[in-house]
């Protein structure tokens, strides 16, 4: 890995670190957003708040991370978004200033996946809405989605960012360890259900 590469990494990392729903949540007077639910920073668990505008917010801001780490780096060129596009994300998933305990990182996945090719962004929503509305789980949409990326940058030429995605759908998947438990018991709540 080179001096650059190496740059480009901590730069995305850094970014993507910023805990946005931490930090929205505590704003708006609501405390700390890691002692309920899953007891992650991301937009799933600010929703639980009871605060869709504050949960939207973090969701695009978490999106936000890792598009802005992968444009940043492109107008260095040499390839150095991929090392800024994993950063961002490994930040979101490990933040330092959380003792490394983020959120799941499926939104920074998606922001990252829009600033390196905003068409597969697109497919990565269509997969994940047909999969939402047949089976009512959104943790399971995001399994399949991220699955499916790395599948479809392969197919549309781009193998160095399949391997990229390949290696973040496997994070994926390891972050939602505990929904792919649930899932396997039927415990796992629905989309619209209490919770």
């Not at 444009?71 to 330092?96: K, T, Y």
């Amino acid at each position: 890995m080179t001096f650059l590469a190496i740059v480009a990494l901590a730069f995305g990392y850094l970014l993507g670190s910023i805990p946005f729903g931490l930090l929205i949540t505590r704003a708006a007077g609501l405390g700390d957003v890691r002692s309920i639910g899953s007891g992650n920073i991301g937009a799933t668990n600010v929703l639980r708040t009871g605060h869709k505008g504050l949960a939207a917010a973090t969701l695009l801001l978490d999106m936000l991370k890792g598009t802005v780490a992968v444009l940043a780096a492109r107008q260095a060129g040499g390839g150095l978004e991929i090392a800024a596009g994993l950063g961002a994300f490994l930040g979101h998933i490990f933040p330092v200033w959380l003792s490394f305990r983020g959120g799941k990182g499926v939104a920074t996945y998606i922001g990252v996946l829009a600033g390196t090719m905003w068409q597969a962004a697109l497919a990565f929503a269509g997969v994940w809405i047909v999969v939402a509305f047949l089976f009512r789980y959104s943790s399971l949409a995001a399994l399949v989605a991220a699955s499916a990326v790395p599948f479809i940058l392969l197919a549309s030429g781009h193998s160095d960012y399949a391997v990229l995605f390949a290696v973040m759908s496997v994070i994926v998947v390891v972050t939602h360890r505990a929904n792919i438990s649930r899932l396997r018991s039927g415990a796992e709540p629905r989309i619209g259900a209490g919770r």
